[in-house]
């Protein structure tokens, strides 16, 4: 069964700076993808970034980009030039390409950013 | 528009009773989700649905009862509801393997 751990429940970064967020997966399998996903206070669950695993480049969306280390199963979030509209929760998630067990996302805990004036 | 819709965004209702929520996706996908947020934010898959077939029921009590009539719509039926049943879930659709596109969640409160 895949894990995902996110080490940091919470965390705060002043607005414009640069935050990183921590996830670690566990799994025994080579095909898979991993995301980021944001929930605001607003509830909606938003797709952030995407990577693909057999992708050695790491994924880049505007503001937001990933350290993607495969051997070290390791998959961070950076956020750029901080902005308030980034507080959120933000959730590190893993699906599978292999077998029945492609047809869920297994998160983890968690992140609260809080992104100050 | 709407990618994914679930409805009611609020439920509000007493012990014992039965209540529905509605999901439907307008993206063409071909897998659908329940998944549970806890107090704590955790989510947690329920169930998944591949072509309107049962995929994925992860130990979710027998009073949970998804139904699929096509493959744009899953729907989730809850029996006698308990306290403990108190969560967000959330609806979510996706082409099996990628990324999954959310609904904005039913605030269910069980009193």
């Known amino acids: 069964a895949q894990t995902v751990t996110q080490s940091q429940p919470e965390m705060s970064v002043q607005e414009a700076e640069t935050v990183t967020l921590s996830c670690t997966y566990d799994?025994?399998?080579?095909?898979?993808?991993l995301f980021w996903y944001k929930q605001p206070p607003s509830r909606q669950m938003i797709l952030v970034i995407r990577?693909?695993?057999?992708?050695?480049q790491n994924a880049t969306e505007n503001r937001f980009s990933v350290n993607f280390q495969k051997a070290a199963k390791s998959f961070s979030l950076k956020i750029s030039d901080s902005q308030l509209g980034d507080t959120a929760m933000y959730f590190c998630a893993f699906i599978s390409l292999s077998g029945g067990s492609n047809y869920k996302l297994t998160f983890g805990k968690g992140t609260l950013l809080t992104v100050n004036p | 528009d709407t990618a994914v819709s679930q409805t009611p965004k609020y439920l509000v209702t007493q012990m014992g009773n039965d209540k529905s929520i509605k999901c439907e996706q307008n993206?063409?996908?071909?897998?659908m989700y329940w998944y549970k947020q806890d107090s704590k934010k955790f989510l947690k898959i329920m169930f998944s649905?591949?072509?309107?077939?049962?995929?994925i029921n992860e130990t979710v009590p027998n009073r949970f009862s998804p139904k699929s009539p096509d493959k744009a719509h899953l729907n989730l039926h809850i029996n006698s509801l308990e306290l403990g049943d108190s969560a967000v879930y959330f609806c979510?659709?996706?082409?099996?393997?990628?990324?999954?596109?959310f609904g904005q969640g039913t605030r269910l409160t069980v009193v």
């Open positions: 990577q693909e695993a057999y992708k050695q």
């Open positions: 979510a659709s996706s082409h099996a393997n990628t990324e999954a596109f």
């Open positions: 649905y591949n072509n309107k077939e049962l995929i």
């Open positions: 799994t025994s399998e080579n095909n898979y993808y």
């Open positions: 993206l063409g996908h071909d897998t």
